[in-house]
């Protein structure tokens, strides 16, 4: 499923894709475009012929000029991510929101929030209803401050497919008239209609916290994607649910980009 979604999206944007598999503990395998192992000594051939099975049924998908790339790493699926990151200058992470096999899902081995952080890389968790060429609601939360990269993002997809942005700000109680506690959202409003024809909402919520409101704001409106920050905006239900893991890509069935801000 993750593999479709990313040769989508791939498509759109004249993306190569890498295919990162994490093998333990054994010695990894890079593969060339064409899936064929390079130089090595790899000794788990199931693992490695299910990888060129998949170069080979997905490299055509692609469009002219772009590469499918495959490697087995050995080690932690944060530090080789992490690492392949960084190295070869990724733009995106994608990642899938599997409920099959619980315990062995991708996302329950990752934090996803600190991922984004320690490489300044998006990351999108897909669900199987995410199509990135009929994308037509996105929600972003503004909250304390200008997220420009979020909302650099945002405009670029929906700009892209001609979606419209939800602006949704974050009211600490129903009855306040603080005008401070929407003036980021009124703001970051008056910067999009100045500079993008953009079709965009925005609306303010209460409530405990900002994941929560985002998450039940983005059902109400049937979004396609929720952009978020890493930080509290990818926390559900407060503190202690950063310790149990309960994160908003977590629970979301709507797919989630998580970007950390500008710091």
């Not at 309960?246 to 979301?252: A, F, H, P, Q």
Request: charged share 20%; glycine share 6%; with cysteine.
């Amino acid at each position: 499923m993750v593999i479709e979604k990313a040769i989508a999206i791939a498509n759109e944007f004249r993306c190569d894709i890498y295919l990162l598999y994490c093998h333990s503990p054994l010695i990894p395998v890079p593969f060339t475009p064409g899936g064929h192992v390079a130089g090595s000594i790899f000794n788990d051939t199931d693992t490695e012929r299910k990888m060129s099975e998949l170069i080979e049924k997905y490299k055509n998908s692609l469009n002219d000029g772009l590469s499918l790339w495959g490697e087995i790493q050995t080690g932690s699926w944060f530090e080789l991510i992490k690492q392949f990151v960084i190295t070869r200058h990724i733009d995106l992470v994608v990642i899938p929101r599997s409920v099959v096999r619980l315990w062995g899902a991708l996302i329950r081995k990752l934090d996803i929030n600190m991922l984004a952080k320690q490489t300044n890389c998006p990351v999108l968790v897909v669900t199987h209803q995410f199509d990135i060429i009929h994308l037509k609601n996105i929600v972003v939360p503004v909250d304390d401050f200008l997220p420009i990269k979020k909302l650099t993002a945002a405009t670029y997809i929906a700009g892209r497919f001609d979606a419209i942005i939800h602006l949704m700000g974050h009211k600490k109680s129903y009855h306040t008239k603080d005008p401070g506690d929407t003036k980021w959202l009124a703001r970051a409003y008056q910067l999009l209609r100045d500079h993008t024809q953009l079709k965009i909402h925005r609306s303010s919520t209460y409530g405990h916290t900002v994941a929560d409101n985002t998450l039940s704001y983005a059902k109400l409106v049937e979004a396609d994607l929720i952009v978020i920050n890493t930080g509290k905006e990818a926390v559900l239900g407060g503190w202690l649910s950063r310790l149990s893991g309960k994160y908003l890509y977590k629970e979301s069935n709507i797919s989630v980009l998580t970007i950390a801000p500008r710091q």
